[in-house]
Each structure stands twice: as C-alpha cells, then as structure tokens.
C-alpha cells in the first residue's frame, strides 16, 4: 500500500466522499486510498455536512445526482459554513450546463467519471493540487494578518 500523500506542508490529506451509490463510493475510496490518500465515506449530503462539522476535513469529492440533494445544492450548504474548503464535483452526469453551474457555484474543480481506473489517479492528482493551494493560501493569509500585526505596534505604525 502507498503511505498516505502529505501535502506540501507534511499534513495528512482528509477526503470526504459522497455518493449515494454504496458501492461506487467504496470502489472510489479504495482507488484515492491506493493513491495515499485518507478518505471517509458518506452515501447522504445530510450526513456528509453532519461530518463535516463534526470531523476536519481538507476536500469534499461529490457527486452530482444524488437523493435528497444534488451536488450543487450540497456544495452550496457546504460554501455556506466553509467557504474556501475544495470542493470536487466528481460525476457521471455531466454536461456542459452542470459544468458551468458548477463553477459559477465555486465548485474547486469538476471531473466527469469515466470507464476504466486512470481517473482515480487524475482525482487524487486534483484534490492533491486542490488542498495544497488551499493550504497554501491559508498560510499566506495568516502570514499577512501576522505581518500587518506586527507594523502596526512598531513605534510609529499605523
């Protein structure tokens, strides 16, 4: 088994997979598990925001059609409590009209399922790319706000 991928930063990459079909999303968490990643599943939108509120997570992989909500309606519950935190429509309804949905919704990134098993090294690849750039950002935010701290209490700072 590969060891779990850290990020640029050394941390662990926590995934959330959500699909209503219990058994693609064991097959997905197998295959991203394959590729380092740590991965949780949920099957409902109601209990993967449960999750997320309850459990750190780094990425969110959804579906799109899904029962109770599409993934468009639980990427916006999930943009409401965690604005930034990457979201990646992983689905095999897609079309350019869900594409573009997606993105004028803030999803992080969108990849239709396809036959075969290279997608699952394309997905992983993305929420790696997605989380570091997250963290990333994070860590420049913070250092800025530290920075500004640090300016405004030298004498003669404003």
Same mark, same amino acid.
Request: proline content about 4%; some cysteine.
């Given at each position: ?48 925001? $449960?999750? +997320? =509120?309850? #459990?750190?997570?780094?990425?969110? &992989?959804? *579906? %799109? ?7 468009? @309606? ?21 079309? $350019?009209? +869900? =594409?573009? #949905?997606?993105?004028?919704?803030? &999803?992080? *990134? %969108? ?7 290279? @997608? ?21 935010? $913070? ?16």
């Amino acid at each position: 088994m590969v060891d779990d991928i850290p990020s640029r930063t050394g941390e662990r990459i926590r995934v959330l997979h959500v699909d209503d079909d219990p058994d693609l999303a064991e097959i997905t968490a197998e295959f991203l598990q394959r590729e380092g990643l740590q991965v949780k599943v949920e099957t409902t939108p109601s209990d993967a925001l $449960e999750r +997320i =509120a309850t #459990e750190p997570v780094d990425c969110v &992989v959804s *579906d %799109y059609q899904m029962t109770g909500m599409d993934g468009l @309606q639980f990427l916006e519950a999930v943009r409401d409590a965690h604005p930034h935190l990457p979201f990646i429509l992983f689905t095999g309804k897609g079309s $350019e009209e +869900i =594409a573009s #949905e997606a993105i004028s919704a803030g &999803v992080t *990134d %969108y990849l239709q399922k396809e036959v075969g098993t290279d @997608q699952y090294a394309v997905l992983a690849n993305r929420i790696e790319n997605s989380v570091n750039k997250h963290r990333t950002e994070r860590e420049l935010s $913070e250092n800025r706000r530290q920075l500004s701290t640090i300016f405004s209490n030298l004498p003669g700072g404003s």
